[in-house]
């Protein structure tokens, strides 16, 4: 008789509290870390910089001490780059990740290219990279200039799709001062080969980012690291990583993949109410983000492609906020999505003291609680 066999064991569930908890583990947002601005923009494979001051928030709300002048020293010295990458956005990255990310998806690039072909016919996109690299590399251009030479070239041609032929077919950096902390510049471009002095490098096996990304941002599900990185096909990365990785199922039985011996604090690990700017990677870096919004709370932190600065209370989105100036007093004003109890506010307000006593020059701070923030202007 044939020796019976056991059937393989279920995948532990894992709640939605769990999965926040390891979440913001390893974002960084359970306890600041003490490690440096370049260390934590390494770990976090990047940071969301669609505009220039939600870097430095972003690591004011994960890093013990940080100062926003470290951040900005390590982009004029070159060590960090602002340059599109993840999901066509602009993100802050080392200038290493910056040298193999951009090619690892590059082939996003090309498709979305596709979508502007009707007004890029007739042009030869091999001709126009090598005149925008050689135009870009002879001095930064504003994407103004550079599409006035495009469009004296192809004149024909739509001039929004000659900018994005640009933007795709090469990597191109933003140059500083844009992007230093409160310092003012306009958008100038050249690649980040010129800018870094050093090659681009051929396009990885997305293993080794893959594997980052779980770092950062597990445990996730393959649709989740899609949905942060804008790309597809990612199946079979993840089968072909599947024997060093622990395997999970949330509440929703999706699978989900983790490095075996990464950090998942028990669910009821508190969370301290953390400020986060607009498009926060922690929002935006799985398909599923329940294990931050809650489902009451879904489409609430923007309208539109707007988005607005956030509050985490007890690990989730619980607020929005917006940040101004009047005189010498720094003003910061919290609207609740739902009801706040009396501890949580005064945990906030004095989260919110500590963060504007850093990141502003005010020598005066009023937080408030209101029902509606008008973010129109």
């Keep these: 008789m044939a020796a019976k066999t056991n059937p393989p064991a279920r995948p532990q569930v894992l709640s939605t509290r769990a999965l926040n908890r390891a979440t913001l583990e390893r974002q960084l947002l359970l306890h600041r870390a003490d490690m440096s601005a370049k260390e934590a923009v390494e770990h976090l494979v990047g940071l969301q910089a669609q505009n220039t ?18 951040l900005s020293a390590l982009m004029e010295s070159r060590e960090v780059v602002r340059m599109v990458t993840l999901r066509s956005t602009i993100h802050t990255h080392t200038a290493q990740d910056a040298l193999t990310l951009r090619p690892l998806v590059q082939a996003a690039r090309d498709r979305e290219l596709k979508t502007f072909r009707r007004g890029l016919v007739g042009v030869d996109l091999d001709r126009l990279s090598a005149i925008s690299r050689k135009l870009v590399e002879e001095r930064p251009r504003t994407n103004k200039e550079l599409r006035a030479e495009l469009l004296a070239e192809w004149p024909d041609a739509d001039p929004q799709a000659l900018s994005v032929a640009a933007r795709c077919g090469l990597p191109l950096v933003q140059v500083t001062p844009r992007g230093l902390w ?5 958008v100038e471009l050249t690649t980040v080969e010129h800018w870094l002095g050093r090659s681009s490098q051929p396009a990885p096996a997305p293993d080794g980012t ?4 779980l770092g950062a941002f597990g445990p996730a599900s393959v649709k989740d690291m899609q949905t942060w990185a804008g790309l597809t096909r990612l199946r079979e990365v993840f089968e072909r990583l599947r024997p060093r990785l622990r395997t999970f199922r949330d509440e929703n039985g999706a699978e989900l993949f983790d490095l075996p011996d990464a950090p998942r604090p028990d669910p009821d690990t508190p969370a301290p109410p953390r400020f986060l700017p607009e498009f926060d990677n922690v929002l935006l870096g799985h398909a599923d983000r329940s294990r931050v919004i809650p489902p009451a709370h879904k ?11 956030t509050v985490l209370v007890d690990g989730f989105l619980a607020a929005v906020w917006r940040a101004d100036r ?35 020059e005010a020598t005066a701070y009023d937080v408030r609680f209101a029902d509606f923030i008008d973010f129109g202007d």
């Excluded at 890093?63 to 926003?68: Q, V, Y």
């Excluded at 409160?182 to 306009?186: K, L, P, Y």
């Excluded at 999505?337 to 989260?351: F, N, Q, T």
Aim: glycine letters at 16%; a negative charge; zero cysteines.
């Design 53 to 70: 001051r939600p870097p430095y928030f972003q690591l004011f709300a994960r890093l013990e001490g940080f100062e926003p002048a470290e």
């Design 326 to 360: 009047t005189g010498d007093t720094a003003n910061l004003t919290v609207q609740p999505l739902g009801r706040l109890g009396r501890a949580e506010r005064d945990a906030v307000g004095e989260e919110a003291v500590g963060m504007l006593s850093v990141m502003s």
């Design 299 to 309: 489409g609430r932190n923007g309208v539109g492609n707007q988005s607005y600065g």
């Design 182 to 186: 409160d310092r003012s510049g306009q």
């Design 210 to 213: 893959v594997l980052r990304y």
